[in-house]
């Protein structure tokens, strides 16, 4: 079987990481996999083990050149079937090539922001079957029209192995300047509007009153960075909120924080949350889209309702107050995600839709 990839995030971000994952569960199980995306992107760096690379310019959502030039690939290398991972104009005009040179097209669906109805019934058609990374993208698509038997839920997964290794949580803290034994939340994740950055930078004058010595790490890169970075300032916060941009080492430090902050509007899964989870770390997210389905609120952590930023200062001080309770969600969440959340359970979801839609004698 020969399946053809399309990424077009340009960072190993969640979803592009996603897409490494299943890149490598499926060589391992005998697929020859091709791989489009940006050329320079991090994914074309990283995945040359387990993928033929092709750099393909990808502009977004204007770049209508996308569609010949993916028929073009598709027309000299013969894939069987065509997956689309991402947006940004690689769904609809990957799903015009697929179209254009008649092969079975399906659709990762990551996010879980409503469309307008028409727009589903008439740009799914492109696509044979939409794979979603959670239930709740899954009912979003339902209940804008789609045919149950079109849509199905492959949950994203996290190789787990990295963030089982211990962490020096002394040495971590005095690499960044801080007191070692000073409470460290963090937030992992793109600086983008409904990532829910200012939920918590409002929430966080209420957190350091009982916890003065807390600090606060925002890891990830985005357009909202230079706003970001001024009203940390404009509220007197640079000394306590560190911006950390994009890390490699991430498995090595995220053990080493006390909470995870993730209070989103939207969000498909959340794969910082597995990440986090993996680590021992209790989390602290919205109750939106799929993040329910990742954070098991009471147990793993603690849900709030999207925006609620009284919600997430009384959640971060009952964690911060508790460090029992923080090792026990710690303990309950690694444990959660070593069972129901494996790279090898979404590599075989994937799979299988592959071979529904080819037939039992799929190639």
């Not at 990762?108 to 589903?120: A, H, I, Q």
């Not at 560190?242 to 498995?251: A, E, R, S």
């Not at 925006?307 to 309770?325: F, K, M, N, Q």
Request: hydrophobic share 50%; charged share 20%.
């Amino acid at each position: 079987m020969k399946v053809l990839h399309v990424e077009s995030g340009r960072y190993l971000y969640g979803g592009a990481r996603q897409v490494l994952y299943i890149l490598e569960g499926l060589k391992a199980r005998g697929v020859d996999n091709l791989l489009a995306c940006p050329p320079g992107s991090d994914i074309a760096k990283a995945a040359g083990a387990a993928a033929q690379v092709f750099e393909v310019p990808m502009a977004g959502d204007a770049d209508v050149g996308l569609v010949l030039r993916l028929r073009r690939l598709i027309q000299r290398e013969r894939p069987h079937l065509v997956h689309l991972h991402s947006r940004r104009g690689a769904d609809l005009f990957g799903g015009l090539a697929a179209r254009w040179t008649g092969l079975p097209c399906v659709l990762s669906r990551r996010v879980d922001n409503p469309e307008p109805r028409w727009l589903v019934a008439l740009k799914y058609r492109l696509f044979d079957h939409v794979i979603t990374i959670s239930e709740g993208i899954r009912q979003v698509l339902l209940d804008e029209g789609l045919p149950p038997a079109r849509v199905s839920c492959v949950r994203s997964a996290v190789d787990p192995a990295p963030y089982l290794v211990g962490c020096d949580r002394a040495a971590f803290r005095r690499g960044l300047g801080i007191a070692v034994d000073a409470p460290v939340a963090a937030m992992v994740a793109q600086l983008i509007e409904r990532k829910g950055h200012r939920h918590v930078l409002a929430a966080l004058p209420r957190v350091l009153q009982p916890h003065p010595a807390l600090h606060l790490l925002i890891f990830g890169r985005g357009p909202l960075e230079r706003a970001l970075r001024e009203a940390i300032a404009a509220a007197g916060l640079a000394s306590r909120v560190h911006l950390m941009g994009f890390v490699d080492d991430l498995p090595a430090r995220l053990g080493c924080i006390d909470l995870l902050l993730h209070p989103a509007d939207m969000e498909g899964l959340g794969v910082s949350l597995l990440q986090a989870a993996a680590a021992g770390v209790p989390i602290v997210a919205s109750r939106a889209g799929g993040m329910p389905e990742a954070v098991e609120d009471g147990v793993t952590g603690l849900l709030i309702a999207p925006g609620d930023v009284d919600a997430l200062a009384a959640a971060t001080i009952r964690l911060l107050d508790d460090p029992a309770l923080r090792a026990r969600m710690g303990e309950a969440g690694r444990r959660r995600v070593l069972t129901e959340f494996s790279v090898d359970t979404m590599c075989e979801g994937n799979l299988a839709v592959y071979r529904r839609l080819l037939g039992k004698a799929a190639p």
